[in-house]
């Protein structure tokens, strides 16, 4: 029997095919730092599940394939506090940011068309974009630069007559990087430039430190129509398991296509919309605490990093990520080598090697992502084994 | 700013695009019997929420790719029940039987293949098709033979080169049918013959009356590698809106390219899948129970329709649907003409136009789908209203 060519041609997730190794490691005893995913350890605001224990109907019904009404206006006066105005029809709410970016990609790219991604970026917008016959064209970022963009000129080398979008993570998973406003206008500058609509993945938008200026897609004017602004609870308010997304955007004509494509599975979870209607009330403290919080990690992943002779790490000022570049041959090697052959006193640490972040082969071997999703006392021991590790590393180079 | 060529050919749904003339008939102070969708009124098990509100973790994290275990084994265990034994890498849970529909057909076709589906067929199969740009050919089935599968050589016709699969509910959504042994074995000989899977929708499984023998795809020897069955909770536990449901299959090469969506898009909601763990321990006197009421109003439809001269319809023997063949122009301007210019005291019914669940154009013009999920007093005055809507109609033809 034969399966599609989409479907072979998709990676693996380069993340999850290491977990054997991990559960080998733990199997022999070790205690194993998970710094490879995306998990934050934060609790969930009890009111998500407050709202959902209250849920009293006796038949769990298909709710709106748009979504429920209550979790929209929720939404709407969410965006309403960073100056952003949505009506009801410009918002429709899917199963987490995936299917956002899904049914995104899906509704203003054909098969055989390009959509252009600042790389090392998020493995699944590859992984989505292969399912659907959709191609990622990669704008290179390098870890000497902090993964800012390159020059304007460089990015419209990479425009093709095939390409119809720009899609990115703002702030960036899995860099950290939080784009400037310069940045950002030269983006909305280029879409307009050459026809292009931008998908805006701004799912860590309150995960920005050092008192830095964060810019939306969604507050540039002349530019509403072609703007696509992909959202989740997940990481905003802890609540990974709740699946729940959502798509914005001012081109009603473009959310109308979009709506058959959630007509077509129906609805999102009810139970699941009920929480989320709670988790966007939560009150600003929330955020602010959790903020300062991830900050202190930063700085201990950053300060830990630079600790250690030869890697090279720029600041990230913003989600929980960070690549480093490590004096080693290879950073899966090294990830492997780590959970199979090495620890401190019966520790050690997993890391997510970068390659598979990026499109360009050969890019990133040397790299790989630290997600700071544990808390302080942990992320010191783990980085104070990833420095031993380094050193003691067979395959370090330099 | 252009959107995809295949978002654009994607129809709207011709259920919902009348719900505008539902609303304008409820504004006018009209009761609408709903007899257009499938949206049963039968209780959840309550074991269902009350497995959700024991759930007590700080952190609602994500689940496994695949599907919590304890929810893959609840899976297993009912299917051993019928007979099918399936291993823990055999089964995925997936975003309803939707996702595992659109998952299904973009692991065994490319863009440009075709999947072969009995007409009339449940909309969203065309749907899922075409967004990711794969032909529904049809074989279609007629009301005069209860819908029942033409015969091998008409079927054998529509295969061509391109053809990857047959896909097909049985029990039937929008016809009632239930294939009969020798027809669920001719289609699995055709699979066998022409190097095809079958995707076999059987969600509704438990819904077969009359006593009538229930022949599954997972009880066929020697096609295993190439059944895919489609599985979730929305019917058969009146769970619509968890949005549960599964992929069934004992090809294990497919069934790890599937896996490579699902972690695609990370996980399944974390609770809904804690509740269903609990839906799949349901005793069987809940089905018989639920049966034995679904049957009553089956015999109430079935007579009410059979009352109204001239309408043809072959008794439904399965699912909650029905199609008739009515004495109008057609069944669209039918039902809009109900719900605007028709009521009997104040009460009219909405009825479901078959056109949109045929591929074929021009076919089902004159054919409804009527889902029984409404109770007996209803249902009986909803089939009284829709025979003297028949009769009054002014498009009525014959």
Redesign the interface.
Known sequence: ?N??????S????PI?KLVPYAQAAKAQGKKVYHLNIG??????PSL??EA??A?DE??????L?QGMPELINSIIDYYKKYDMHFESDEILIT??G??AL?FSI??????G?EILVPEPFYT?YN??SA???VKVASITCKAEEGFHLPSRKEIEEAITPKT?AIMLSNPGNPTGVVYTKDEVYMLADLAKEY?L?IIADEVYREFVYDGLEYTSFGNIKGIE??VIIVDSVSKRY??????IGSIACK?K??MK??L??C??????????QVGAVELYKTPEEYFKSVNDEYEKRRNIVFEGLNSIPDVLCKKPTGAFYVIAKLPVDDAEKFTIWMLKDFDVDGETVMLAPAEGFYATKGLGRDEARIAYILNENDLKKAMAILKKAVESYPGRKI
């Open positions: 029997m399966f599609s060519k989409r479907i072979t998709m990676q693996e997730s999850r998990q934050p350890d934060i609790e969930t998500f599940m959902i224990k849920f006796k038949v769990l019904a298909y709710s394939s199963n987490g995936s299917e899904l899906i509704a203003i790219a054909d098969a068309d699944n992984g989505f399912a659907v016959d119809r026809n609509f129509d072609r802890s609540a990974c398991g709740a699946r081109n004509d473009l296509e979009i058959k494509l007509q077509g599975r129906l609805c999102v979870p009810t139970l699941e």
